[in-house]
């Protein structure tokens, strides 16, 4: 089992920065692939970005391209997602996902959630 625990949302005016943390605890990381997703109020859950075990692959959703940037320390059993330039609609809550093997995906098809942390832009 693999537990996941986001931190690093919370409230930024538009064009802000914040950079959020995903600690994993339970098992080491080094061999998942691991990814962030979001989900606004009454919207789906989408993809945000994706790192692959060893950072070799990354993807990123269209909305966050230039802005977003995913990363991880398997060191320290934790990644990260700079985000800068922030939008408005950026504002949601923002989840870490974890899956063993390589493959890097942008679907929901993790086998590990965090709970997630909120991030909020105003405009």
């Known amino acids: 089992q693999v537990q996941l625990v986001e931190s690093g949302g919370g409230l930024v005016q538009a064009g802000g920065s914040l950079r959020l943390s995903c600690a994993a605890s339970?098992?080491?990381?080094?061999?998942?692939?691991m990814a962030w997703f979001r989900q606004a109020p009454g919207k789906e859950r989408v993809f945000v970005a994706a790192i692959s075990w060893s950072g070799g692959t990354i993807k990123y959703a269209d909305s966050v391209k230039g802005r977003f940037t995913i990363s991880r320390e398997n060191a320290k059993n934790t990644v990260y997602l700079q985000m800068n330039s922030l939008k408005p609609e950026d504002t949601a809550h923002y989840y870490c996902?974890?899956?063993?093997?390589?493959?890097?995906?942008?679907?929901?098809?993790?086998?590990?959630w965090g709970q997630g942390t909120q991030v909020t832009v105003s405009s």
């Open positions: 339970g098992r080491t990381i080094g061999l998942y692939g």
């Open positions: 996902a974890a899956r063993p093997g390589m493959v890097v995906s942008i679907t929901p098809n993790y086998d590990y």
